[in-house]
């Protein structure tokens, strides 16, 4: 066990002082990525939000013409304004958002209930004047079908003769929420961040010391060659576990800004639902590990070991994209797959706080088989003396 730990620690105190190894591992993957896939996230979001609630103005012309529209308009926080004489000046410059113009001709029509025109005047290439125009037309189409509605009644008419049909909305969805959408990117950030934070130690610990021509001599020494592919393998679990633990801790930080209706249905994510999230993932820490040092072992020199393992990286991330492209339900099987499962397991980890742990013990099983697989691929290519050439 002595022999296992110091070896262990010799790989690790030489990673340390890779600046390249230590920026990927700590830096890049944990932090960087992180904050550029959920940075402009919770800027949109809270944008959102934010225009959302805050209360649009529009400058009116011929206020005083449809004093009832214009309080159905301010109760519904829409602050009016009068428009100056140079409002359509104005509006070229961007100096004001829109203006909405009552004819003269507005209350004659509106007695004698024939159509009476307002007109809106905006900018469709500003997002800004966009924004409001929805919501200034929104508002009128409603205050329109509203006094369409009186004037039935008041004629003796029932105003459900121009309802043919009754359509009633009930969104049942919880994967359009949003909250699926952060259970995806947070697994595909951990599965990344631990591959970058394993890939430079697994090549140069052992292609790297191939090439190097320092594996003959530590293979010399009276330590059986389990011990030394265990204690190598220590070390690459050690990285790829920081690079799997600073990215959900960080993840945790970030996700706390997006603003809650973000969410739709499901419940908030909080402390706990990432917790959970660490169980679920944590067993992929050793089949990452065991697959980065069985696959760098096989290859003879670190150009080739960096060329396969590289494109080896995309095989963890595979089922981010297949996801995205088909609708893969969780099930035994598909739960029971490392990766996929994870993938899947967490989506309904995101959306509702009560997911039993239970339910993972499957795949933690498959997938610890499978990384004790990979870790015996790696023993039994160093006790190969083809390890030398």
Known sequence: MKNIFTIMMKEIGDNLRD?????????????????MMFGPMIFNANKHIQDYETPSEIHVVGEKIAPTLINHLKEKNIKIKTAPDNYKQQLIEGEIDIVLEISNTYGEKFVKGTPARVTIHYDKDRTDSQ???????????????TISAYRMVSRGLDQQLLRS???V?????REDSGAGMIANMTMFLVIFSMMMGG????????AGERERLSLEPLLSLAISRFEI???KYLSILTFVFLSFLLPLISITILVSFIPEDFYGNSAVPTFLTFVKLAVLTFPL???MAGFLMALSTATKSTKEAQTQVGFAMFIPMLPFFLMMAMNIKLTVLTGSIPILGQYLMAGKIVMNPDF????ILPNALTTLALAAALISVAVYLYRKESILV
């Not at 600046?19 to 890049?28: D, P």
């Not at 890939?199 to 052992?206: E, N, Q, S």
């Not at 039993?356 to 339910?359: A, D, F, G, R």
């Open 356 to 359: 039993s742990l239970l339910t």
């Open 19 to 35: 600046r390249r190894s230590l920026f990927f591992a700590i830096i890049y993957g944990p932090i960087m990525m992180p904050a």
């Open 131 to 145: 924004k409001v125009f929805w919501t200034l037309r929104g508002e009128l189409v409603a205050y329109a079908r």
């Open 199 to 206: 890939f430079y130690l697994a090549v140069d610990i052992t």
């Open 285 to 287: 820490c050793f089949f």
């Open 165 to 167: 049909i009754d359509i």
């Open 229 to 231: 592919a265990l204690g």
């Open 169 to 173: 909305e009930n969104d049942i969805s």
